[in-house]
C-alpha cells in the first residue's frame, strides 16, 4: 500500500526566512509520481510540481525548489525568501503510474504560515 | 493547469438525504476521480472513473456511488446522507497525452450535513 507522511503538522516562519517542507513515502511501485499541491483558504488544490520517479534531479521554478532523493523516500519542498502569500496548506502526494490508475495517496499536509 | 469545473459550490443537506455533486472536464480528460477531505485532513479517495465505468475504489461504502459521462462529465451520489459526510469534495481529472501526464482538482463543493 502506498502512504505518504508529512511530520510536520504546522510550520510559521518569519516573512523572508527560508523553509522547508518535509514529505516521505511508501510504495512498493518501481514507477510512480510524486506531487506537491498547495491549498489557500479558499479551498482549491493549486498544482505545484509533478515528479516521475526515474527523474532524480531537483528542480528550482522561483523561489520553490524540490529536493527528490529516492533513497530516503522523500520529497522536500523548499521556499526561499517567504513571502505572506505562500501561507496556506501544503499536500505531498504520490500516485502509480498506470494509464487509467490515477489514484492520488495525500499526506495530511503541513499548515505554513507567514508572519508579516 | 485549469478545466475542470464543480457545482454546486456550497450545499447544506439534512441527515438522510441524498445529495449530487457535478464535475465538469475537458475534451480529452478520460480519468476522473472523487475525493472526500475532512475538515484538517488530506484528501481521501473515493473512487475513480475510466472511460465510463468505475476503475478504483477507496474504503468508503457503496451509498457514495458515481457516474461519468461520453461528455466527460462526471457525477458523486450520496445516500442516506451522514453528518460526518460533511466535508470539501473535490473531483479531479488526467489526461495522458504521449509521456505528458496531467492531473488537475476543481475548486471543490463543500457539503454540510445537519
Known amino acids: 500500500a502506498q502512504k505518504v507522511t508529512q511530520a510536520q503538522t504546522e510550520i510559521s516562519v518569519v516573512e523572508k526566512e527560508d523553509v522547508t517542507l518535509d514529505c516521505v513515502y511508501e510504495?512498493?511501485?518501481?514507477?510512480?509520481?510524486l506531487f506537491w499541491y498547495k491549498q489557500p483558504p479558499s479551498g482549491e488544490l493549486v498544482f505545484l510540481i509533478r515528479?516521475?520517479?526515474?527523474?532524480?534531479q531537483n528542480e528550482i521554478s522561483g523561489r520553490y525548489s524540490w529536493n527528490f532523493q529516492k533513497s530516503t523516500s522523500s520529497f522536500n519542498f523548499t521556499i526561499t525568501a517567504s513571502q505572506v502569500v505562500d501561507s496556506a496548506v501544503y499536500f505531498c502526494?504520490?500516485?502509480?503510474?498506470?494509464?487509467?490508475?490515477?489514484?492520488?495517496?495525500f499526506g495530511t499536509g503541513t499548515r505554513l504560515t507567514i508572519i508579516p | 493547469e485549469t478545466g475542470v469545473t464543480q457545482s454546486p459550490t456550497h450545499l447544506i443537506k439534512t441527515r438522510g438525504q441524498q445529495v449530487t455533486l457535478r464535475c465538469s472536464s475537458q475534451?480529452?480528460?478520460?480519468?476522473v476521480s472523487w475525493y472526500q477531505q475532512a475538515l484538517g485532513q488530506g484528501p481521501q479517495f473515493i473512487f475513480q472513473?475510466?472511460?465510463?465505468?468505475?476503475?478504483g475504489r477507496g474504503n468508503f461504502p457503496p451509498r457514495f456511488s458515481g457516474l461519468q459521462f461520453p461528455n466527460y462529465s462526471s457525477e458523486l451520489n450520496v445516500n442516506a446522507l451522514e453528518l460526518d459526510d460533511s466535508a470539501l469534495y473535490l473531483c479531479?481529472?488526467?489526461?495522458?497525452?504521449?509521456?505528458?501526464?496531467?492531473?488537475?482538482f476543481g475548486s471543490g463543493t463543500r457539503l454540510t450535513v445537519v
Open positions: 472513473y475510466y472511460r465510463e465505468e468505475e476503475n
Open positions: 502526494a504520490l500516485s502509480e503510474a498506470a494509464r487509467g490508475n490515477e489514484k492520488l495517496t
Open positions: 515528479r516521475n520517479s526515474f527523474d532524480e
Open positions: 475534451s480529452g480528460h478520460n480519468t
Open positions: 479531479a481529472t488526467s489526461f495522458h497525452l504521449g509521456t505528458d501526464y496531467g492531473y488537475t
Open positions: 510504495t512498493r511501485d518501481t514507477t510512480y509520481y
